[in-house]
């Protein structure tokens, strides 16, 4: 009894919004239909090119991550490579340093020991002409006291004389 | 109350109210806010147009200018829509060539906007992506990655359709320009808004439900899909258990109750905010004679028939989703519970 006033109030409220089975079905494949036009028309196409950008722009970012990190190293490796340089550098300025102080001794040293040679030297042609000067002045002393002799003594002398003479006066000078 | 918003709320099994703590309960909960947030707002304003519409129209029935116009025009819209043809048994509505008119109107659009793709969107293409995408990220944020990704045609064409089947409602013609009868009013109106046909609304609402069954069987298998409807949950022994069997065995049957009567709440919602709307702005446009009064007293109405036509779209969107989501996300948040 229920069952039948129920379905009648189903079928009084269908038929005052005019829903009987063949305009719901053909609404159902209208809807249907519309449904799936749009999703394969209006969506589809905006979903794909957004699925596309957001794993381009994951790939960009992850390249960018990548590009960083590779920057950083490259980086790391400049640094590096500069301050091997710096020290090599370094190193070379402090060897070049030593060696000029090694050579400027050496130099000096040369100088030291030519210097010291040109004074010998010097000093050995000093007295070289110091005695070849004293012997003239020997010779020529001896020749003046036997000339000095012989005017005064009014003699001639003999080679005999003259060669004691002058010998005397040399012993004497020296 | 439901399994999944238990967990959401935060009951763990045994009845004893543990918050989880983590990420997952804040992004659950901030969800469940805004569909419960979204549901108030859009629940008061049905109220509020009904209560305008009957003060306006107990209005128009007190106006002695009004009644003389009432028997002039005792022509009111009709509650069903005019078959128009008939070709190979197959009727063609008013309401389903506007229906039509909106799908070739939106898949023009997106053909356009989408014609030529930039990655630097512009224009119609902006516009486009900015719905479709808002749209998904809305979605995805109420029924998660997964369900969004396969469920996301239907929820978009039943936002995004009915969205601008209501607003296409509201242009000048439809329903106005058709066939003459012999007592000189329109008999048959080429066009009427697609949503105040209710085989329309019931046709979308029974394509959920179907399309709601196969969801729910492929997401928890015929047995699983039982026992969430029928299954006593909680850890419980003895007499306890025996006990409580019983009180979900009877809660599943109103669960059930409460899903077939789904169909027939989200076909008459819609139906019954369009077509009273479209009531009413006939009701506004003969209150006061004259062609300056028909057209300028149903402005404001028209304003809040868009916004009518906005939330009406997202009601009928929100609620398939969090139905959705509820018969859905069952294994999934009762695997996160044990974890």
Redesign the interface.
Known sequence: MNHVMFAGIIGDTAR?????W???I???I???I??L???R???K???A??ED?RQRIAEGLENAEKIKAELKRTEQARQEVLNEANAQANRLIEEARAAAARVREQETQKAIAAAEQIVAKAREAAAADQARMLSDLKREIGRLVVQTTATVTGKVLTPEDQKRLAEEASRQVA | MSPALRTKLGFNRGGITVFRSGLFDALAMMRLIKVILVLLLVAGLPAAVWGAQEAVLSEAHTDPVAHVEDHKAEHVLPAHAVELWRPFGFPITNSMLVTWIVAVGLIVFAQIATRRMQDVPSGLQNFWEWLVEGLYSFLEGIIGQDLVKKTFWFFATIFIFILFANWVGLIPGVGTIGYKGPDGHIAAPWFRGANADLNMTLAMAMVFFLCWTIWALQSNGPIGFLKHLFAPKGETTGLLKLLMIVVFLAVGVLEVISILFRPVSLSFRLYGNIFAGENMLEAMARLVPGWLGSILIPIPFYFMELLVGLVQALVFMLLTAVFTMLICQHDEEHAGAHH
């Open positions: 005052a919004f005019g829903v009987d063949p305009h719901f053909a609404q159902v209208s809807f249907s519309v449904a036009l749009l999703h028309f209006a969506y196409p905006v979903l090119a957004l950008r």
